[in-house]
């Protein structure tokens, strides 16, 4: 064996401890380094050591399977820090949710309330919107009325989420005309629905005043006579 600058030498085995051969002379060094399991860490030589130094912050690294987070180096480990709230993740199929990262996880915070949804059976009667997370259905209000696409008289009007027609009405245009339920008896003068919707208020033509009861409600809705042209029916609802 040989000391440094003292005589030449064939190979590294010729040599001290944390020497190599270098052009015939052992020479205080190393040769490639090898790299360890760690994917942050390059190998280094330091004094003759081989060594691992930490690569450049924020150089990437294996991925955690997670979309909601970042996948980087920090000071020689794999680190992953979350994503910014908000990012988009993994649809669940929910339209009434959104897919966003929260805190680094994909969470599914519901919607705005009212914001449209997919549609149900009873297409006209009924709102098609997300209420807490889920595609709700609830009837469509009865002020204004709905009047349904049905062929018969009096028309039918959306209520509580069915095309119904009303238990007893009375014809705002064609007093004169019969038959009328209920209320067929007399010639009206007026009729009107209560302050509180749950009546209707009848004033024949001889000034005689009566009320009837709409436990269900009472609701005006349009409709075109076939006689006297656009009209108005009060329908009570029992």
């Known amino acids: 064996p040989c000391n440094a600058g003292e005589c030449g030498c064939g190979d ?10 270098e052009a015939g002379r052992c020479v205080v060094g190393c040769r490639a380094c090898p790299n360890d399991a760690n994917p ?13 130094r930490p690569v450049p912050d924020g ?8 979309a909601c987070t970042r996948d980087v180096c920090a000071r020689g480990i794999c680190t992953h820090p979350p994503v910014d709230d908000g990012t988009q993740c993994a649809d669940e199929g929910n339209e009434c ?5 929260l805190d680094g996880a994909c969470a599914h915070p ?8 997919r549609a149900d059976r009873e297409v006209l009667c009924t ?18 009325a709905t009047v349904c696409p049905t062929n018969v008289f009096p028309r039918e009007m959306c209520y509580e989420g069915t095309c119904q027609q009303p238990d007893r009405y009375c014809d705002l245009v064609n007093l004169e005309r019969g038959p009328f339920p209920y209320w067929q008896a007399r010639l009206r003068q007026s009729c009107t629905c209560a302050a509180d919707g749950l009546s209707i208020q009848i004033v ?8 009837s009861a709409c436990p269900g409600g ?14 108005l029916i009060l329908g009570c609802w029992d």
Do not use: F, K, L, M
Not at 127 to 144: E, K, L, R
Not at 218 to 231: A, K, L, Q, T
């Open 12 to 21: 590294d085995a010729h040599c001290a401890d944390n020497e190599i051969c």
């Open 218 to 231: 009472c609701w005006s809705y349009p409709y075109v006579h076939s006689d006297n042209g656009p009209s």
């Open 204 to 211: 024949d033509r001889d000034g005689t005043r009566s009320q």
């Open 40 to 52: 942050c860490t390059a190998a280094s030589c330091d004094g003759g050591q081989c060594g691992q």
């Open 110 to 117: 519901p919607v705005d309330d009212g914001t449209g949804c």
């Open 59 to 66: 150089t990437v690294c294996p991925d955690d399977r997670n």
């Open 127 to 144: 709102d098609d919107i997300c209420v807490a997370g889920a595609c709700a259905h609830p009837p469509v209000p009865h002020d204004p």
């Open 97 to 101: 949710t959104r897919d966003v990262c």
